[in-house]
């Protein structure tokens, strides 16, 4: 037996036997052409063939996947539509006088390799995009059809060097159990269509799985991201017990996907995911997300030496908001600090971080730092529905202060004749006592609440929730955080405002109902909750109650 070390992408177990797809190759030559504009109606009419087949791709993926993971071949559209990859390519056909084809590779190379250099792991996935759409554009072109990925056998799985969005949305989930790739990302579009398919993979896995032999028997477990070919039968006993404790705990929440988040008494609340950056975008659309109640922006500021910049997060933010599409995306901004220290920012060293310059207090005071991200964040606000959410509020002047930042923003953006939506929502985390005792004052100057449970225990039970040796007082069920909480949700919806939860509280089944009771509007929990959390709340019954929502 041979285990092979990966990244597992989507969590789950296959068994089958290994069928390997490998591309007709072709290779593209340069040449002089004698009539630039030829060469560039040639272009044109292969980019309308690609437009039509990314078209063909969307509607299938609507199909059986949904709006939300078809976005990605919206987005891939986009791309080839891009004016700076178009005019790479005819500015190269015209200057140069080179074919098509040439043209297309050498823009292709170029963007990847700008994508490839980025340091946001998901932006340096976005280089794999780059290559499929030129790949399309370049056999459009050659008058070669796009490849296709089959299996003839049952419970197949499938391997390659590498797979395409496109590549991957023709997998036929009644014969294929799984795939591996020897190279690949977990930020990559095609590891978000594998958890929106629900198709266990692994990626990463190194060359030695390309001289595996066709046929071979394996065991792909995509939770740890490992590959065992040839299995000896101790482990084959095994795998198979898990397989089918994983099926049975999927099927028992799968009943649940599509359903409304409704109790027996009809008392309906929205359920959004937690995610930590794009990678995680496609677990929320597979487990039947809402929307994203929190996007935890700071994801860009880490693991690197220097501030990401106003277009690298443009990009981002844009990506997130097309990949829901529609769905409401709530962006936190920046919440450095405290827990999260960036060496680079500079921050002094403080005895009680947690109680020092973190998140929005960095924000107010360094507006080198947030101007550039309220920018990007409103330049993406036309690609879908976005909420913008500040952190660790506890005055009206901070509010009043953000408010004329972003008042000043829009007016920048207006004479630069750069758009974005009027319909942005603006909201606060209410993590400090301070932020739920005045939240009648700051419910005016927002559009909505989000309570941070974490902290918000921490801050009212004066406890260190990092500190282990305490860890026995700290109660996140305590009266006082229970009793902000309601008064917070009462306050905003005085003032016809909605409120969600997305700490860790939201997904404690021991207080949905109490939550219902209060009439929280969303619970915002990580994606793997989700189905959990609606099966809690479709079984839940609040007739009883004088309080429950109506």
Excluded at 401 to 410: F, K, L
Excluded at 496 to 507: D, V
Aim: aromatic residues 6%.
């Amino acid at each position: 037996m041979i285990t092979l070390h990966g990244k597992g992408v989507y969590g789950g177990i296959a068994i089958g036997h290994l069928s390997f797809f490998r591309r007709g190759g072709f290779h593209v030559r340069r040449h002089t052409v004698s009539n630039a504009e030829a060469e560039l109606r040639r272009f044109h009419k292969a980019k309308e063939k690609a437009i039509r087949e990314l078209e063909e791709l969307y509607e299938k993926a609507v199909r059986d996947i949904g709006e939300s993971g078809a976005q990605i071949f919206e987005i891939h559209r986009m791309m080839l539509e891009d004016d700076d990859y178009n005019d790479s390519v005819i500015n190269a056909i015209r200057a140069e006088r080179v074919n098509a084809e040439y043209a297309v590779s050498t823009a292709s190379e170029n963007f990847s390799v700008v994508f490839s250099s980025m340091d946001d792991p998901y932006m340096k996935a976005r280089a794999a995009d780059i290559r499929d759409i030129s790949n399309r554009l370049i056999r459009a072109l050659a008058g070669k059809p796009s490849d296709s990925v089959r299996s003839e056998e049952e419970a197949s799985i499938i391997c390659a060097d590498d797979l395409a969005p496109s590549e991957t949305m023709q997998l036929d989930r009644d014969k294929v159990s799984a795939f591996i790739t020897a190279e690949g990302s977990v930020n990559s579009h095609t590891a978000i269509l594998a958890r929106t398919m629900g198709i266990p993979a692994v990626v990463d896995v190194g060359e030695t799985l390309l001289g595996v032999a066709d046929g071979t028997e394996a065991i792909v477990d995509g939770f740890t991201g490992k590959v065992y070919l040839s299995p000896d039968s101790e482990t084959k006993a095994r795998m198979t017990a898990r397989q089918e404790e994983d099926r049975k705990a999927k099927a028992l929440l799968q009943k649940y996907k599509g359903m409304e988040n409704i109790t027996k008494d009809g008392t309906k609340i929205e359920i959004f995911a937690n995610i930590q950056g794009l990678r995680e975008v496609g677990a929320a659309l597979m487990n039947d997300a809402g929307g994203i109640g929190l996007f935890r922006s700071e994801f860009l500021y880490l693991d690197r030496n220097s501030f990401p910049d106003e277009e690298e997060q443009f990009q981002v933010y844009k990506t997130v908001l097309q990949s829901m599409g529609g769905k409401k995306v709530v962006i936190r901004t920046l919440d450095i600090g405290a827990d999260k220290q960036v060496p680079y920012f500079g921050l002094e060293k403080e005895e009680n971080p947690a109680m020092g310059m973190r998140a929005i207090r960095i924000c107010l005071t360094r507006p080198e730092i947030f101007r550039p991200q309220l920018r990007a964040l409103l330049r993406a606000s036309v690609f879908g529905k976005l909420a913008i959410m500040f952190p660790m509020i506890t005055s009206v002047e901070e509010m009043s202060d953000i408010r004329r930042t972003v008042s000043d923003i829009q007016r920048e953006l207006g004479r630069e004749g750069i758009p974005y939506s009027p319909d942005t929502e603006f909201g606060i985390m209410i993590e400090t006592p301070a932020a739920a005792i005045i939240s009648d004052r700051l419910a005016p100057l927002v559009d909505f609440f989000s309570v941070g449970t974490n902290d918000l225990t921490q801050y009212t039970l004066a406890l260190d929730r990092q500190n282990p040796g305490i860890a026995s007082f700290f109660d996140p069920h305590h009266e006082a955080v229970l009793r902000l909480i309601a008064m917070a949700t009462e306050n905003a919806h005085r003032h016809g405002k909605w409120i969600g939860i997305c700490g860790e509280l939201g997904a404690d089944t021991e207080l949905t109902e109490t939550f219902l009771r209060m009439g929280i509007d969303e619970l915002s929990v990580s994606p793997a909750y989700i189905l959990r959390l609606r099966d809690k709340i479709r079984n839940t019954d609040l007739r009883n109650s004088k309080k429950g929502k109506k």
